[in-house]
């Protein structure tokens, strides 16, 4: 198990190596002033000129630039966004966390229904109910987000105003912004209807959320689906057969967890997809995450924005991504003990 | 009494192209306390066979019988889950790569005592587990497994092979089997370990009466230990008798073939002879010869063949083949 961990962390440590070297190369290949994309002072006056030249180490080998570099991510110093000149790690503070938010909120949605429904459809392989779930998949995999987005609007919030358009929450409940998590602001927050706040930021993050969990969750129930019926025709569950086991005890004791360690390393690796669609999402639903931040910041040409979105969001993606593979690793024996002296 | 009389049961697998017949009328009757050893080459359909025994089939295959009494009692006559739970019951079947048997995320333990019997135990539920994991304990001193507690709290694939089917054997006595079907126990075993295996079956055969059917490709191997043999070809049945009469008077030509070509058996041979084999190889299940289907490779084979000959009896001796080798002894 150590020696997992430690695989695993050599494995960020070398992701996220190859990762600066692309975003600091972002610099040499975007149009402009190397320096301005580095630091995002857009025109800097000669004395800046000098003191960010001396920083970033420019007069030095691209070797000796890339350490510089390095050194000031690593202090939390991604330079300043071209467009407002706030400096991006402040940005990130405040729109990374609504991200999060939305990913973690669709990610939970995805994998309760998904790999219920996935289960289901198996258990009844070839019946009707498998058939239905099947063409739900399919349809849910085939309809664009962005689309999907719209229609939801259309339906919850204007024809039946059930649930918010837009924001993350009512601008009536003055909620002070600590974490920038939305939830964990409210919890803390001195305001007197604690408990209304928390269903109005529930009602807002709804409709994006289901938006962000539908491809994920037709993702998840082709995989879960597959995955039990592998179970379910191996020779362990004949066996279990044998034993005159009862179908529920069968799937309950036997099923359910040999699928789901199957499926849990894969559902790690569809998240990034998931970040993907998190991203549309956000745009319409004017959610104030990294996700409509970066897009904005693609428009307006702000280099050093895209830079550091890129290493925030690559960043996220993996660690979840290690997470699953760790999830795995605790869920499966066979990864954790090693074989008697046979 | 027999505990099991199976007559003339067919097989059918459906295919997307069509229908193939992959057990022709096999019958078996086994007594209580017998020890019976089902020999065919594989692909014989004697695992079949013996797990549609069970019931255990899924839709793809049909089972048709025109007998299939379990202790006197008709269960064609039972709707299916009847049957299931009724031979379930009172039978439990071994199969061979044990490791693939066992659930890969459950510890042995919780395997074993999951498939003892509830209402044995009494008391509030702490006591009942106690006596749950006795019980366990027990079944593995049983099948000659020592180290208890380390067996119980590993995983299948910390064990070895033979030691995994210990356990399944172990899990198959849970329920006091009165038959226990073994399917190629020892497929994949060094030798010594297929021999403790046996010898268990053996053992457990004898004290506890228990009817053992087992199943194997090996015809010499497991005639030490069987009372009567029954062999198959191809889906059909051949031949059964006690083991001394399959090995001193083989009726079928089959078993004949098949006892002339090991060896140690054929005794008088001299060095660097040739085996006597049967020419060609078993059919494939797409192109079966009709009639006796070991009438391409059959040295008796005669135009009468391809009606497929019916099981005549000879005082216990049992032989399908419509040119046999009885007047021969
Ligand atoms: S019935 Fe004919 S073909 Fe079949 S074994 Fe007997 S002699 Fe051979």
Redesign the pocket.
Known sequence: MLYFTLRRLYLLSFTLLMLSIVSFSLSYLFPGDIIVNLSGITNPTLEQRIELNALYKMDDSVFHQYFAYIKQVVNGNLGISMFNNAPIVDEMNTYLPATIELCVTALFIATIFGVTLGFIAAIFHNKWIDKIILAFAMIGYSIPAFWLALILIVIFSILLSWFPSSGQINLLFDVKEVTSFIFIDIWFSDIDDKWLAFQDALRHIFLPAITVAVTPMTIFIRLSRTSMLNVLDSNYIKAARAKGLSNVKIIYHHGIRNALVQIIRQMGMHFAHLVSVVMIAEVVFDWQGIGSWLINSIFQRDYTAIQGGLIAMATFTFLINIFADILYVTLNPIERYKRHGA | MNLLDVKNLSIRLTTSLDEILVVDRVSLTLKEGEFRGLVGESGSGKSIFAQALFWLLDDKWTISADRFHWQGQDLLRLPIEERKKIITKDVAMIFQEPMSCLDPTTTIGYQIEEALDDSEFSGFFWQRAKQRKQAAVKLLHKVGIKQHSICINSYPHQLTNALCQRVMIAIALAKRPKLLIADEPTAAMETTNQGQIFRLLSSLNQLKNMSILLISHELEKISHWTDRLTVMYSGQFVEAGTTEQIFKTPF???TKALLSSSPKLSKHLAKKTRLETLPGTIPVLQHLPIG?R??PR?P???KH?VTA?QIRNFQGHLVS????HRRDY
Do not use: D, I, V, W
């Open positions: 079928h030509p089959y006796c070991l009438g059959c008796n084979a005669q063949c000959p083949c419509h040119f046999s």
